[in-house]
């Protein structure tokens, strides 16, 4: 019967794209990475381990991955906002869609406006700058151009940007956690805290783990906003920031390449950790 | 007291999502010289002074912007539509020895950092003569999408398979069974797609940036963003342009806020 192979007739598109556009590029990348080429020339000449051997030791380089941590210990700040008015607003039903809107709706906004309505923000003598002078701090800052302040304005402006959606996510959490759970508390003498003890936490462990994770590869892989606000000057440049301009400004596509591959096997480490601690209670895709 | 608590936080923190917005606005609608002497958090003196946004519209080339990114979402999301179902329908509809192994590739994928792996995709979009054409942008958003097949395949769940079988009995192929059952009655699950991943391609900056050089080809994230340059010292102008790329946002919110939340978790508890 030729009816037993139809279903590779419906897969073959997604297929086919899922390996163009995805697998043959990172096997290929794997190849550059060994290899020194401007991107333009037929020929490549090997370079054995050298790029990785400088991603690793060159001191540029251990700069822009320090440049992360800015953005995931804001990610703490995220998720601590998040679930705090996740909780509030489980308990709470008067205003709460409009309240769950306006929280959630940056995650919504376009990267580049984002960036835009942040550099306007932070203009020396802005917006942030009068807000600050009403409630005592005068003076105006150089908020993007100072090194030692930049990386917190972008690390902010992302916690803007992103709270919302681990919102959502906490809300969606609680609230599928039967409500009966709380009257059966609440009978039993349980109050507000324990409620969050005893029932919610243990309802959202595995989305709140799965954050942390989102968080960790969320922040080696920091792109958009830094990029669009201050370009990665003032020593705000990330690491992907650093592959783009390797690659696409001053043509090393091998080094570039081993800089990706770099994150790619620390992101899947750390999805294969992730795993390990949190299992997946049912993998629902089949 | 905790309740005052609770209402002091939530509204500092509307004010704190919302503030940085509204002043963007206010800047939107002042002339130039109003801009350089009135302070950040004055509203503007004439809300009807559309100046700016005129010159954000024409000088910008915000309608190219707008038909670029209008042609790639059309496009790409009608491929995505079929080129997801399908492959959903195969996933849940047929058993199969390698069906671990192609779930397994396209979850893998999806832990791929889109942002890298551009540094080798971008050889292999040039090897196919696309660079600075709409089509690189559009055959790398129908690409490697597991959301997509992850909510298809979720909804094919529930669309009980005695319906394929009773088609079948009455003389339709496999694929009739696609066409005339399963597309039909997965339509809440290709708004769900299409909401939330239009939003993402409107939204995206780096695919078109890399790809889309030209100024023909700017949709509206680099239109944005190119427009800064020129304009670095005009603030009230950038304030519009801003705002212009932001108004559709508000309108799709606003309409479908429900699809949204809906695609949103379903899309990031993977």
Not at chain 1, 272 to 277: F, G, P, S
Not at chain 2, 212 to 224: F, K, Q, Y
């Amino acid at each position: 019967m030729t009816k037993a192979r139809t279903h590779w007739l419906y897969l073959a598109p997604a297929l086919a794209l899922l390996i163009t556009f995805t697998y043959v590029p990172v096997a290929n990348m794997v190849w550059y990475s060994f290899h020194k080429w401007d991107g333009l020339s037929p020929t490549m000449t090997g370079a054995g381990l050298g790029n990785y051997v400088r991603v690793l030791t060159d001191e540029e380089y251990r700069r822009v991955f320090l440049v992360s941590l800015y953005y995931f210990a804001a990610s703490f700040l995220q998720i601590a906002v998040a679930l705090y008015f996740a909780v509030v607003l489980t308990f709470q039903r008067r205003l709460r869609n409009l309240f769950k809107g306006i929280l959630f709706f940056p995650y919504l906004l376009n990267g580049v406006a984002v960036g835009f309505v942040f550099l306007y923000l932070f203009q020396p003598g802005g917006t942030l700058d009068t807000v600050l002078g009403f409630l005592g701090v005068s003076g105006d800052h150089l908020w993007l151009g100072d090194p030692d302040i930049a990386n917190y304005s972008l690390a902010g402006t992302s916690v803007w940007r992103f709270t919302g959606l681990s919102f959502v996510l906490f809300l969606g959490a609680i609230q599928s956690i039967p409500p009966d759970l709380y009257e059966a508390a609440e009978i039993d003498g349980a109050n507000r805290w324990h409620q969050f003890r005893f029932i919610i936490a243990p309802g959202i462990r595995r989305i709140i783990g799965l954050s942390f994770i989102l968080a960790i590869s969320g922040s080696l892989s920091v792109f958009e906003i830094p990029f669009i606000m201050t370009g990665g000057a003032n020593g705000t440049r990330t690491f992907v920031i650093r592959a783009y301009e390797t690659a696409f400004q001053f043509r090393q596509i091998g080094l570039a390449s081993a800089m990706a591959v770099v994150l790619l096997l620390l992101v899947l480490l750390i999805t294969w950790v992730q795993r390990r601690i949190v299992p997946d209670e049912e993998v629902t895709l089949s | 007291m905790i309740r005052i608590g609770k209402w002091i936080s939530l509204i500092g923190a509307a004010l704190v999502v919302l503030a940085p917005l509204v002043v963007v606005l206010f800047a939107a609608f002042k002339t130039h010289s109003e801009y350089a002497t009135t302070g950040a958090l004055t509203p503007p003196h004439d809300w009807f002074h559309l100046a700016n946004f005129r010159t954000a519209w024409t000088n910008g080339a915000m309608l190219r912007g707008f038909l670029n990114t209008t042609i790639i979402l059309v496009i790409s999301l009608t491929g995505t539509v079929f080129v997801g179902t399908l492959a959903a329908y195969a996933v849940n509809r047929f058993q199969f020895r390698l069906k671990r192994l192609v779930l397994g590739l396209f979850l893998v994928a999806a832990l791929v950092p889109g942002v890298t792996t551009q540094i080798a995709t971008y050889q292999i979009v040039k090897s196919m003569d696309l660079v600075n054409t709409l089509w690189a942008a559009i055959v790398l958003f129908l690409g490697t999408d597991i959301v997509s097949i992850y909510i298809f395949v979720q909804f094919m769940q529930s669309i009980p398979p005695s319906l394929d079988e009773a088609a079948v009995l009455d003389g339709a192929t496999r694929f009739g069974v696609y066409r005339r059952i399963i597309l039909p009655l997965m339509k809440p699950a290709i708004a769900t797609v299409v909401i939330i991943k239009g939003i993402a391609i409107y939204n995206e900056f780096y695919i078109p940036f890399l790809y889309l050089r030209s100024p023909g080809l700017n949709v509206i994230s680099t239109a944005l963003f190119r427009f800064k340059g020129p304009y670095g010292a005009q603030w009230e102008v950038i304030a519009a342009c801003t705002m212009i790329v932001i108004l559709p946002t508000v309108v799709i919110f606003l309409l479908l806020q429900r699809f949204i939340y809906t695609g949103i978790t379903a899309g990031a508890t993977k």
